[in-house]
């Protein structure tokens, strides 16, 4: 490959905030500043005339599941269901339109509706005969056929309450099995289509037993596309020779991901210290593994210097993942676990003084701003769950950075859309005050964090500066602004004299800049 020079552009480059060109050569950027020093090393290079777009590191997503996003966008989306009535009529319509074949539906939620989810008997009156999967939003409870439960081997039931827990591991894994090669790998295309529209080069594929299963994963590793893919496996080992079968049986990168310690809020299964105030029949919620089944697998996973994680949300949940990591560094010291780079997903509800152990133990989060914007505030999801006190408290992400925890953003996609200028934007302006963090900071969460969470350390991925991977996204922008810390009066700077790159401006409900290029290493994967 010869040298590109992109001329005319802003650049977002710690070292040249003023940059206009940016060189490219074998993959890799070799030149970021002035134009004219750009033209004089690089006289025969292919020139990119960028008419004053924005250029930025380009964005990698935490936290995936490819196809499962892929079959919301290919399939039946149910997020802009606002009755239990509703749905049942996008269920009909979908059914109608696709005469055969599993029905999978993800997005519909009942937190705010008039009215109760369609019951069983109402789905199979809609979709005779056929094997329905509804997805509530969260992806931790579903609704189903009464085809669909005898598959997974449940008895049958007329009324509608959604499946929760085991029950609902096994109506997703039945539904999963039933899924054809051709609807799999059309929803895999449409994912990785996705996300390098807008401007991701690498996500973090979630994978696990219950999630999407081994052969999904195995097929996803193998399907060709521009987008990279870093697997995550979420099962549980006890040795370090049951860490190396599982990698090798899955293809997997790491023993992280959703390996679950509990569920969601929004499912009443995130486990808690206290119980849930909106309903008292669900208690603390669920836990799936405690401390000591925890430390056997970062124990095992640190013996063989695999990256270990765990699916964690409530309170409950948090702390048996610090006593459990505790432990851990008293038996082999905190550098060893702080070289494997263990996550945290999620990591919702923690305290200062857990986030600096956690910080001090080198233990990234791997967080998602959109549950915020979705569900937090004095009114929303979170606080009718938990009470407005307990809310507040949550994805505290300003306390996690103060306490050396390194954050890395995702979407949990399809649970938020791939929107990654919109998780910057919530991050920065999160719904409870001092809990955000700067578009700087959460800029940085949502590139270079984001690559050191998936392994990669290198110091310069996730940046635009010579001897950094080519990896980046160009954008339609009407205004840059320079990034500023985050308080609670501004959060936008254009003081010049910062010497801070510029972002887009992002202030809530204004549009996200528009993505024209994205390229990894050196190639171009999408072009508007």
Known sequence: MGTQLLLGGRIYSSSSPDATAMAVTDGQVVWVGADEPARALHPDAEIVALDGAFVAPAFVDAHVHTTA????????????????????????????????????????????????????????????GRLVYLARIDAH????????RA???????????????????????????ALDSA???????????EAARRGIVAIHECAGPVISGADDLRELLAFEHG????????????????????????GAHALAGDLFVDGSIGSHTAWLHQPYADDAAHGCGNSYLDADAMTAHIRACTQARVQAGFHVIGDA??????????????????PAIASCGHRLEHAEMITTEQAAKLGAWGVIASVQPGFDAA???????????????????????????????????????????????AAVSAAANHRTPGSGISARAAFAAATRGAWRAGG??????????????????????????????ADSVQRWSTDPRSRVPALPRLATGEPEPRCLRTVHLGETIHAA
């Open 69 to 128: 996003l892929g079959l919301k966008l290919t399939g039946l989306d149910l997020s802009g269901a606002r009755s239990g009535a509703q749905c049942l009529e996008l269920l009909r319509r979908y059914v109608a339109a696709e005469p055969t074949g599993v029905v999978w539906g993800h997005g519909w939620d009942d937190s705010g509706w008039p009215d109760s989810p369609p019951s069983v008997s109402e789905i199979d009156a809609a979709a005779p």
């Open 141 to 148: 409870s579903a609704l189903c056929s009464s085809a669909l």
């Open 151 to 177: 598959v997974a081997g449940l008895a049958p039931i007329a009324g509608s309450d959604p499946l929760r827990a085991d029950a609902h591991h096994e109506v997703r894994r039945a539904a999963l099995a």
């Open 183 to 193: 609807q799999r790998e059309r929803a895999r295309r449409a994912a990785l289509d």
């Open 227 to 250: 987008v990279q893919v870093r697997a995550n496996w979420g099962e549980r080992a006890e040795s370090a020779d049951e860490v190396r079968a599982l990698l090798d049986r899955t």
């Open 317 to 334: 949940a948090m702390s048996a993942a610090v006593q459990a990591f505790g432990r851990v560094v008293a038996e082999v010291g905190g």
């Open 375 to 421: 569900w937090g505030g004095p009114d929303g999801m979170y606080a009718a769950r938990l009470g407005a006190e307990r809310a507040a408290q949550l994805n505290p992400f300003a306390a996690m950075a103060s306490a050396g925890v390194s954050l890395a953003f995702g979407s949990d996609a399809p649970v938020t859309e791939l929107r990654p200028w």
């Open 456 to 485: 990669v350390r290198d110091g310069v991925a996730g940046t635009l500066v010579p001897g950094a991977p080519a990896s980046y996204a160009i954008w339609d922008v009407d205004e840059l602004v320079i990034a500023a810390p």
